[in-house]
T-cell receptor, first 112, second 112 residues
Framework: DTEVTQTPKHLVMGMTNKKSLKCEQH?????MYWYKQKAKKPPELMFV???????INESVPSRFSPECPNSSLLNLHLHALQPEDSALYLC???????????FGSGTRLTVV | QKEVEQDPGPLSVPEGAIVSLNCTYS??????FMWYRQYSRKGPELLMY????GNKEDGRFTAQVDKSSKYISLFIRDSQPSDSATYLC????????????FGAGTILRVKS
């Protein structure tokens, strides 16, 4: 099992709904990330949270809103999404001592 | 020109073959290189992580980095049907709090 836990695994939501994706890691990693992956495409970075600061990919629409309650948790709040936002949303974490980036299993989001 | 180039395949090989997967890149600032395996509808799983140039071996997998040529490789020995997946190369300028840049991913099919 991956050490980065994402919930829920699947989510179907309407365009007027508000929902949240959750990500948790207990590896003591101090950087966490949200990636979006469309079918047959590589993951694309949405947000980085490291050194207690949030960095945003400026191409990400404001209907996606990250929140980092503590160093182990990273949430992604969703509001007024569009059908083209349907994708696999991946959370990842990393630390400073050379172990690469660890990904969670992802949340498969469908917007109807 | 994309920052990272990777042939999407698919690459089909018989069971037991040696598989060679490759990526080229243009950004000389990349120092951290990773290979991920991704099964359908799952998150990427870290296979190999290397820093700068050189070789790294882990079981049936060998990763090579040639920074002078901006070229990285992953070799899989004695390939198995269970190795059938998409293999993504990824690289970063820093190992922490930094954007991972992915290749397009190569689809590998190992036939029994």
């Amino acid at each position: 099992d991956t050490e980065v836990t994402q919930t829920p695994k699947h989510l179907v939501m309407g365009m007027t709904n508000k929902k949240s994706l959750k990500c948790e890691q207990h590896m003591g990693h101090r950087a966490m990330y949200w990636y979006k992956q469309k079918a047959k495409k590589p993951p694309e970075l949405m947000f980085v949270y490291s050194y207690e600061k949030l960095s945003i990919n400026e191409s990400v629409p404001s209907r996606f809103s990250p929140e980092c309650p503590n160093s182990s948790l990273l949430n992604l709040h969703l509001h007024a999404l569009q059908p083209e936002d349907s994708a696999l949303y991946l959370c990842a974490s990393s630390q400073e001592s050379g172990y690469g980036y660890t990904f969670g299993s992802g949340t498969r989001l469908t917007v109807v | 020109q994309k920052e990272v180039e990777q042939d999407p395949g698919p690459l089909s090989v018989p069971e037991g073959a040696i598989v060679s997967l490759n990526c080229t890149y243009s950004n000389s600032a990349f120092q951290y290189f990773m290979w991920y395996r991704q099964y359908s509808r799952k998150g990427p799983e870290l296979l190999m992580y290397t820093y700068s140039s050189g070789n790294k071996e882990d079981g049936r997998f060998t990763a090579q980095v040639d920074k002078s040529s901006k070229y990285i490789s992953l070799f899989i020995r004695d390939s198995q049907p269970s190795d059938s997946a998409t293999y993504l190369c990824a690289m970063s300028e820093r190992e922490y709090g930094n954007k991972l840049v992915f290749g397009a991913g190569t689809i590998l099919r190992v036939k029994s």
